[in-house]
């Protein structure tokens, strides 16, 4: 793929869109499983749920947090 003008960008938009979207769907399936092993980690003291409940809550926020940027990009 070679892009020698602005004009040739928009010949390879449909790699751009593919990329992103490849993106979007890696990261959705990282964050899903960073809080399947993070619940699975849970060992019953309270302390330690605790803080892994603030875990899984920060990786799905991160995880909308990028996706949603990712969502845009395409718009």
């Known amino acids: 793929m070679s892009v020698k003008t602005f004009?040739?960008?928009t010949?390879?938009?449909?790699h751009i869109g593919?990329?992103?979207?490849?993106?979007?769907?890696?990261?959705?399936?990282?964050?899903a499983?960073?809080?399947?092993?993070?619940h699975r980690a849970r060992d019953?003291?309270?302390g330690t749920d605790?803080?892994?409940?603030?875990?899984?809550a920060y990786g799905i926020n991160?995880?909308?947090v990028t996706v949603y940027a990712l969502k845009l990009t395409l718009i």
Do not use: R
């Open 7 to 9: 004009d040739d960008i």
């Open 11 to 14: 010949k390879h938009l449909w």
């Open 18 to 31: 593919t990329a992103i979207a490849l993106t979007t769907f890696t990261d959705l399936v990282v964050t």
């Open 33 to 38: 499983y960073f809080c399947y092993v993070a």
């Open 44 to 46: 019953g003291l309270p």
């Open 50 to 56: 605790t803080l892994v409940n603030k875990l899984i």
């Open 62 to 64: 991160t995880g909308f």
